[in-house]
């Protein structure tokens, strides 16, 4: 297999992100590789309100402001965290974040940086905690013009 130029890590901070990682690290050559984080928001924050249980509007703009600020924080963590660890390996490291649907979203980012190779994390496995979001394979694999390739 030729050396990888330009790969895309789906990367979101959970413990399937993180083997993906790993395999990313295997995969990647120090001065060949360019590691492209891509950070996805999933859309279902979007109406995430907290109208149950939050009755005036000042209060859920306070509330959205709260969510959004907690989300940003920790996207600045997973970002310097692998962008330190990229540096350490030698190879390069640029971010994209992206709000929406993350099979639509690790698509576009796939074309508009060229990648030869997309990596996510497996699904979240029965009983480790988090949110049980998924990726439509689907999706991914109609969209991309380069290898998917699952980290077990």
Request: hydrophobic share 40%; with cysteine.
């Amino acid at each position: 297999m030729k050396p990888l130029k330009t790969l895309l890590l789906a990367h979101h901070g959970t413990p399937g992100a993180a083997r993906a990682e790993a395999l990313a690290f295997e995969l990647a050559v120090a001065g060949t590789t360019s590691i492209v984080h891509g950070l996805v928001v999933p859309d279902f924050w979007d109406g995430m309100q907290g109208d149950d249980w939050l009755n005036n509007a000042s209060t859920r703009d306070t509330f959205a402001r709260y969510l959004e600020s907690q989300l940003d924080q920790e996207n600045a963590e997973q970002i310097k965290v692998l962008q330190a660890r990229c540096s350490e390996r030698g190879l390069s490291y640029r971010v994209l974040v992206r709000f929406g649907d993350p099979a639509t979203c690790i698509v576009d980012m796939a074309r508009e940086v060229a990648a030869d190779l997309v990596l996510i994390g497996p699904p979240r496995a029965r009983g480790e905690p988090g949110y049980r979001s998924r990726v439509k394979l689907e999706t991914l694999v109609r969209g991309l013009n380069c290898t998917l390739s699952i980290a077990r």
